[in-house]
């Protein structure tokens, strides 16, 4: 059951899912028409570990660990908003040293410590997810981290409660269509009633046809609209 609204919500989607280490996204690996994806993995998510870790005891390894993500994220801030290219350069060149060495010393603390223990399974977390953790040294696309979604569904998340009234399963799809095309808005620095309101009238009185519903995606629709008010002054 944790596999099917994963693999049944991505299954048209192709290419790198950037997921945090939810059990049930590992059957979205495989597409129904044999296409394979990948999936890039939160280091948000390996690095709470550590961080509560730290909090709770003050382990010395875990703050190491700390300050080895703090390191990582220090080369993030510095290239956040420049090209793809320049952002998989520079993670070439520094982080992908600092991640290897990263990598070998976890395993030798894992060597150290008891296998039963919470840090061992934060460094089991870690290395199990490593080739996923650190896609995004390949991918100048990619963040560190899901902290961009996580930040786009909180309001979702805080009135969960409200979900109680969507009244049955197809009222949820409902509930989560409306909300992926909210936030997707929004993503896209688009007002989400200016767009859908625009976007239903075109629909529904027919002046955008089926075969052209993609110039009504929030990025194009922006677009267009950026180039009529452009040719109107």
Same mark, same amino acid.
């Given at each position: ?7 049944? &919500? ?74 793809? !290219? ?16 990263? &990598? ?24 199990? &997810? ?25 309001? @979702? ?21 409306? !909300? ?22 075109? @629909? ?24 009529? !008010?452009?040719?109107?002054?």
């Amino acid at each position: 059951m944790a596999a099917l609204r994963p693999a049944s &919500h991505l299954q048209d989607l192709a290419g790198v899912i950037q997921v945090d280490g939810y059990q049930g996204f590992g059957a979205v690996l495989q597409g129904e028409h044999g296409d394979t994806r990948e999936l890039a993995y939160c280091f948000a998510h390996a690095r709470r570990k550590f961080y509560d870790l730290y909090v709770s005891d003050a382990s010395p390894i875990a703050g190491e660990a700390l300050q080895r993500i703090a390191a990582l994220y220090k080369i993030e801030s510095e290239i956040r908003g420049t090209s793809e !290219a320049h952002r998989r350069s520079v993670r070439q060149q520094r982080s992908r040293p600092l991640l290897e060495e990263m &990598h070998e010393w976890l395993v030798r603390q894992l060597a150290r410590i008891s296998g039963s223990s919470d840090l061992a399974k934060a460094i089991r977390y870690s290395l199990t &997810h490593w080739t996923g953790l650190t896609r995004f040294l390949d991918d100048g696309r990619l963040d560190m981290d899901t902290n961009a979604v996580e930040r786009a569904i909180k309001p @979702i998340v805080i009135t969960r409660k409200n979900s109680l009234f969507a009244g049955s399963d197809s009222g949820g799809r409902h509930w989560s269509i409306a !909300a992926s095309l909210i936030q997707s808005a929004r993503l896209n620095d688009v007002d989400p009633l200016a767009w859908l309101t625009d976007v239903l009238t075109r @629909i529904v009185t027919g002046q955008t046809k089926q075969n052209d519903l993609a110039t009504l995606l929030p990025w194009n629709w922006k677009d267009a609209k950026t180039a009529e !008010a452009s040719d109107s002054s």
